[in-house]
């Protein structure tokens, strides 16, 4: 039998009580610390799992020898503090979305990570529900055929949030999601922003994101703190099928097209194209059975597993790093509406040599 | 009792069939020929409505002295030729969307109307249906407050058209209908396009047009040739409610949702602003009942009641080229992505004031 | 080059110029009368069709040699004598449903087919709909493994009638589907009916029909002319699949689960049986894909071909007959409520051995 | 201030802790012991509630003076004889439903009841939930009208219990939310049911309850344990509006059609009744805005408030012991498939003068 690893949760606010409840009943982990500044808060989570220990001080929370691992739970602004104390400290990380305030925090993270030879983990929840599981499961295996275009909604009535937009709020869901499920990660050609302030309250309360990929293909978001309906639906469009999520949808999340619009390519080099060299497909619908799986069990065995295997997440440090680049580079076109917002070269290379 | 008017129709294809069905059952007019060069096609309409006479060439059919006016639906690079001659000619004009293949040319039409003192409409089919109709009502009469936002979404498996792409073949029914709902008209701002080729048709094929709007709203229009499933939907935002139009739900097309965010706007001048001077209404949701018409017949009514009374059309031209010069814009703006594609200020000049 | 049959269509009311148009434009047909004591309802469909013969006296119509066939589009109390009538002509007959206003009628007029070898066909219009060919197909090949309820609902605002109370306004489409999907036809051990006149109206408007099938399978239907919302749905529940049928739902009609509960048939010997003795089984959904293709269009066809073929049809007089016999059942069952509404003998003699 | 109330739970098994934790949670009550023959059960409740006591024998529970109520969550062979025993002990009582396992039983526990002063409650835990308070509220109102008829669906796949039958299983929760909805609680004229056991389970899997109203009204109950798919759908037709409950769509669970049929009554007593003597009303659809409450919460609330104003809850014994009334009828009608399963006279007046 394989020891358990032991894990410390820093942060007892609205996030942490989850990650300790989900760490706590895991066969994977012992639930071994709460850390938080506000110690009536910590002793609160800690009361719910047998009284485990208590810290108030993060130096001495890293100091202790009974600690392999820390999940943390606090407002992006202290990630990097705290996470490089971690690293330094011989601790693996986990880090609640997003990974850091700003992409240039986020590198420094990674690149500690990498030279500590430590596990650095993003907190991607929604990538560990069973229908996103099953999205990446089937983009990856090519039963979509190649990806045309990608057009995910997430609206609701939102709180309007003091200290980031619609964008930095909702839309890191849809693009960890994105980069989850696409074969080599999120890698768009550029990234253009438009934003809505209708009611004045000083930042976007409507968004919409505009990613082309190469290939011709385009993935798009959109992001609504305004709607009184709730709406969180991706089209994953391909060559082969089309996939429909609906996570409002218990009875029929994920749906499957066998349809699609055929080109005859070899028309496409002649002078005079017209609608003949196009066909439908009309086939079946599919809608694969998801198991009942609490998302954030299967992330905290996925932490387990990757620091034991001594292998990168699946939501690693460089996942949230490709999400904090496309928001930064969200924001920045924001800021000059008139051009598109291009990721910046250092991030390009950063992200990636697919880009 | 009033004299009816009398009616050609020019084109006898896909859409002239439907018009001259629906000339000949209203009580207003007297369909008395249809015209096409191609005697055949022409001859099959007229002997479903009692053999009326049939016309091959133009000029004759204007000659007439027994037509009131003509409705064209004859391919777009056609209706400037065909509604200028029937403009000089002194016959009224209902031209089929779009109004005119350039902006240019529609404006040529509606100046030539209006120097004739002759109506010219244009038929956005889509402004007669019920639910419409009642939205421009609830709009117009504040229902929703101010318009926050509009989110159009128009997809489905769409054949690949050879002249155009699916902007010009989809997003003039979302336009026309923004247009015909919002008090004075859509006069965004500036027009921004992305469009996706994924297949390598030569031609957008997804499609994505965003739309600010004065006050700090935004209007969005997603359209697309490659989805497998259709969704036909419309949100529109207010201050006061918010209504979501859809179409393919015939037990509830349209719903009010009488929630939303409010905003403490006292607290929007001091220096710092929290979550705490947001607060959410959440009221009932309403369906209003809706009749039952098809909406040529409604289109038809309007017709003849604008001639009689020598007003203009509730879609009359200026209506026309306002989606007209929205499409242009976009198709700027697609060819130069760099930039957002900014309505031409002699457009500007022309689609109104209210700019 | 095979010669078309030569058809008559008899009523020229509501349905019978449905009928006319699918006979005119199919390949298999040449429409060549029109029959209607009212000669200008007659002609108003012969002109519709090319100006085909008009008929007003029906011993005129069944002496004519030109015509093989007739279609029966009168009201049900006619259907036996002209039925007759046409078969002592030696003429194929298609009949509107129900077959006859009476079980007793109907075996006649079935009778009457078999003594002159000609063909006796019920116009069960909605088993030639692509949905129920397609549930037929499933439930015949054994995809649902063995049946073991059916549950069926109709509701919609339904206009009170005059001469019908719900189940025979409603149901002969349930029951028409039942007997089309199920191997062997419609045979329950025993019908009882249960209705309301909640409104006073002197009839049932909101109808249940039980009728219990061999092997301890049910089905049951539930009709009601005053809900304010349609509903159309029919689950049936196998061994092996569920399939649930949702006609309003044109973008999925058909889902097929491959879900259920699985008993462990040798605990079921034992003494104690347990819940560990069930067990689930949570599977995929496929919904078939399905052609568009109206419903009469392939009802005439399957006319021309069981005349060709000298076959019955899927749809024969049997099946009318079957329909008839629980209409008639249920309508004792109300009759004496207090008593099950057992089919009588006899009539279980004449609908089959299989009973 | 008003002192707290003091509770003990009975029973620690499925449903005792979620009462726990509701009891300990609201400002009406202490919560006090916790009482089950498996003293690790116990505590294990008794700890997430700062570790109230626990006890193991019943007598003793009822002995403490610290105790002026107790919820009794056992199996409901055991209802009758705790409840008896606490009311003779003077505690009021609330009991898990149903409220006994036989209709003597349930009389016997009221009685004893209403001697001793004490309130007598079920947990009827469905009729407070936010929607089915609305339902209640509007039906009293007269919202809807006259009732005329409630039509009711539970169906999912549910595991085939070995003690009960679907009826029993299921129909106690459409049964209390009936009986809780209709002005002076539901007295049915009669109780038929129809079961189906298509698996050879031994019982009921599949099952019909008819149930005549005053008035020519109807209500009928489907429940199913072999759907693969979940369908909780209630709908209440009035002589004004109807209502249609969906517990499965959150985002609109309670719609109200003020649609109907109206029917001429004048012409009723006319000999020649005609479809011209029914209208239909199209009117708006509406859907009340529901507050976000766990049922539970308003449950113990009603229990406390009831106790203070010493009247009878809304969810009193009476309730229980007319849902149990129509389970007992169904359960014989089912012996003798026959014959229409009445009410029992003695029952019948018991369950009261409105019958």
């Known amino acids: 039998m394989i020891a358990k690893l032991r894990i410390a949760v820093i942060g007892a606010g609205y996030w942490g009580p989850n990650l300790a409840r989900n760490f706590d009943a895991s066969p994977d982990w012992d639930l071994v610390a709460i850390c938080d500044r506000d110690r009536h808060r910590a002793q609160l989570v800690a009361d719910r799992h047998g009284g485990v220990r208590v810290v108030t001080a993060l130096d001495e929370l890293l100091a202790a020898d009974d600690i392999d ?6 407002p992006a602004a202290t990630h990097h503090e705290i996470a490089c104390a971690a690293l330094a400290a011989g601790k693996h990380v986990m880090v609640e979305k997003p990974l850091a305030d700003t992409a240039s925090r986020g590198e420094d993270m990674v690149r500690a990570a990498a030279e500590a030879g430590l596990i650095l983990m993003a907190d991607h929840t929604y990538c560990y529900t069973p229908a996103v599981l099953k999205m990446r499961e089937l983009v990856r295996e090519k039963a979509l055929g190649d990806i045309l275009f990608i057009d995910s909604v997430r609206v609701n009535l939102g709180l309007i949030q003091p200290d980031v937009d619609v964008f930095w709020d909702l839309a890191p869901h849809d693009l960890s999601i994105i980069d989850f499920v696409l074969p080599g990660g999120l890698h768009p050609l550029s990234v253009t922003a438009h934003g809505a302030d209708p009611l004045g309250a000083g930042k976007s309360c409507v968004g919409y994101l505009v990613l082309p990929l190469h290939g011709g293909a385009i993935a798009h978001v ?12 991706m089209i994953i469009g391909g060559t082969r099928r089309t996939l429909i999520w609906d996570d409002l949808n218990p009875q029929q999340r994920i749906s499957v097209y066998d349809r699609g619009v055929d080109l005859n390519l070899q028309a496409l080099h002649e002078e005079e194209r017209s609608a003949s060299t196009v066909s439908y497909r009309l086939g079946d619908t599919w809608s694969p059975a998801l198991p009942e799986r609490e998302a954030l069990a299967a992330m905290v065995t996925e932490f387990a597993a990757c620091i034991r295997e001594n292998r990168p997440a699946i939501t690693d440090g460089e996942a949230g790093l490709r999400v904090l680049a496309v928001l930064e580079a969200a924001s920045r076109s924001l800021a000059r509406p008139d051009v598109a917002g291009l990721i910046a070269n250092d991030q390009r290379e950063l992200i990636g040599e697919t880009l």
Chains 1, 2, 3, 4 share one sequence.
């Open 222 to 233: 959109h992001v609504n703190w305004l709607s009184p309906t709730k709406i969180r639906q």
């Open 69 to 74: 691992a820390v999940a943390v739970a606090t």
